[in-house]
């Protein structure tokens, strides 16, 4: 039908990518901590989110094609899976996947939570864009450290813009790396004060959610992988425009070479006034030479006659 193709269609690899789709879904089993986690994450993170009520019995590690196809069914690339059992209690795995397939996979386990109601501070906006930061240099030092740093800043990247403006910035997300394998997550209201300066004296109140994880296991692309999903088409692509510069002020400087101009040659237009007048000058002209050329020929009559 039409309509199924244009699903179809809305579905195949476009040249600019749409805002990518997550799942957050429930395990078989899960506890009242990781159902309390979900449901919070699901308030942060609801732009460009799918919540899935009914439990489903995956296992990401061991299996992950039928995971993959309930992300094909609903098109979504990214999945926050939450789980609970006696080896791996209060679990959740954050994962992403690149044309079908599991580009990679980072298990937590929930060691410490604060919901959202427990704080009396206003709650974060619809649509506001949160202010990443990461702390501890284990990001930098380990490379599944560099994978989950990667992960959250695409996890949380809702929508794509250009710039943000300074009174946009309302809450921040800080992450904090430290040994061993643990991971704090904080959300913080901004509150911007009168400082004297043209810079505002920033003050951060926190609001939740308020996590504690511990990193179990990873399952990190393969380099091949990573270099597809990572390449743009070349449509995509902005090319350098030559003579094109641009000025502190953004506007647009260009230069033009031209060749040399015979000015002489150049076709140039007249206006309606300036015809007439020249058409006048010349009818006057003509009649002073008709004038002056009868009055000789009257005089060499006059002197010539019998």
Wanted: one cysteine or more; glycine letters at 6%.
């Amino acid at each position: 039908t039409r309509k199924g193709k244009k699903i179809l269609l809305a579905k195949e690899p476009q040249i600019i990518e749409n805002d990518k789709q997550t799942m957050i879904l429930k395990g078989a089993k899960t506890s009242g901590m990781v159902n309390d986690v979900l449901a919070d994450m699901y308030k942060i993170r609801r732009q460009n989110t799918v919540m899935m009520a009914k439990s489903n019995p995956f296992l990401p590690f061991e299996d992950t094609q039928p995971l993959l196809d309930l992300l094909a069914k609903k098109d979504t690339s990214m999945f926050l899976f939450g789980s609970h059992n006696k080896k791996r209690p209060h679990n959740l795995v954050f994962g992403r996947t690149y044309d079908g397939q599991m580009l990679d996979m980072l298990e937590f386990g929930v060691t410490g939570f604060k919901k959202l109601c427990q704080f009396k501070q206003p709650k974060i906006p619809l649509g506001a864009k949160p202010c990443l930061i990461f702390n501890g240099d284990m990001f930098e030092r380990y490379p599944e450290w560099g994978v989950v740093q990667n992960y959250l800043c695409d996890f949380f990247n809702t929508t794509k813009t250009s710039s943000i403006n300074l009174q946009g910035l309302e809450y921040v997300l800080s992450f904090t790396a430290c040994e061993p394998n643990i991971l704090m997550m904080r959300s913080y209201e901004v509150n911007m004060k009168k400082s004297g300066t043209s810079t505002p004296y920033v003050e951060l109140d926190e609001i939740g959610i308020s996590l504690d994880l511990v990193l179990r296991r990873t399952q990190v692309a393969t380099p091949e992988m990573k270099k597809l999903a990572l390449k743009q088409p070349k449509a995509a692509k902005i090319g350098k425009t030559k003579n094109v510069t641009h000025d502190l002020a953004g506007s647009k400087l260009a230069t033009v070479h031209m060749t040399k101009q015979n000015l002489e040659e150049m076709p140039q237009s007249r206006m309606k006034g300036s015809r007439k007048s020249e058409d006048g000058e010349l009818k006057k002209k003509k009649k002073r030479k008709l004038t002056r050329r009868s009055g000789r020929l009257s005089r060499y009559e006059t002197t010539d006659g019998p």
